[in-house]
């Protein structure tokens, strides 16, 4: 893996389904993973940043894991509802910078 | 946490005419960043804004296609120049949240169409 990757590119739902993504990244010179929130016409929201390999990070029905070994990292919803609907970014940080997958549009639905 | 503000929210507009962004910050910051995401494509910087000193780009942009200013550590400008449609982006300014790792705080975009 030489970028940030994330899948799928988009997600449709049912309200009350859990769903999950993937962010794919470079494993060497890891320094931090982080997942952001961006609703449309609002600003991204970081939701968390990540450092230590098999780290979990819970907020409320979301909830992240981390390998950094294998360079990947998990993104978990359960009980979707509408206003999870949003696009879901990961970047790998380093200290001056961030680097960003394409994201994975997810749309719950009643 | 920091809140950031941006003008303007959206603008269409004509090729070979530019366009001025500003971003508003309601504290001081040293570094602010201005990010570009063209349709299907991800989040990119463009350049870091030091206040006092020149940006800083990075590779694939120039200072003569997004001149940035930085008068003072609220407020930042980023002008997108002479356009063409492949500038179609949104484009967001952050800052950094003072937590660890990079975090950062986004503001809320402005979408550009290039006709």
């Known amino acids: ?110 | 946490s920091a809140v950031i503000s941006q003008k303007p929210s959206r603008d269409i507009c004509q090729r070979g005419t530019s366009l001025t962004i500003q971003c508003q910050v309601d504290s001081q910051v040293t570094m602010m960043f201005w990010y570009r995401q063209q349709p299907g494509q991800s989040l990119t910087l463009i350049a870091t804004a030091n206040q006092g000193s020149e940006a800083t780009y990075e590779s694939g942009f120039v200072i003569d296609k997004f001149p940035i200013s930085r008068p003072n550590l609220t407020f930042s400008t980023l002008t997108v120049s002479n356009m063409s449609p492949e500038d179609s982006s949104i484009y967001l300014c952050s800052v950094r949240s003072g937590t660890a790792y990079n975090e950062q705080f986004f503001g809320p975009g402005t979408r550009l169409t290039v006709l």
């Open chain 1, 1 to 110: 893996i030489l970028n940030v990757e994330q899948s799928p590119q988009s997600l449709h739902v049912q309200e009350g389904d859990s769903t999950n993504f993937t962010c794919s990244f470079p494993s060497s010179n890891f320094y931090a993973l982080h997942w952001y929130r961006w609703e449309t016409a609002k600003s991204p929201e970081a939701l968390f940043v990540m450092t230590l390999n098999g780290d979990e990070k819970k907020k409320g029905r979301i909830s992240a894991t981390l390998n950094t070994k294998e360079g990947y990292s998990y993104l978990y919803i359960k009980g979707s509802q509408p206003e999870d609907s949003a696009t879901y970014l990961c970047a790998t940080g380093t200290a001056s910078k961030l680097t960003f997958g394409t994201g994975t549009r997810l749309q719950v639905t009643l």
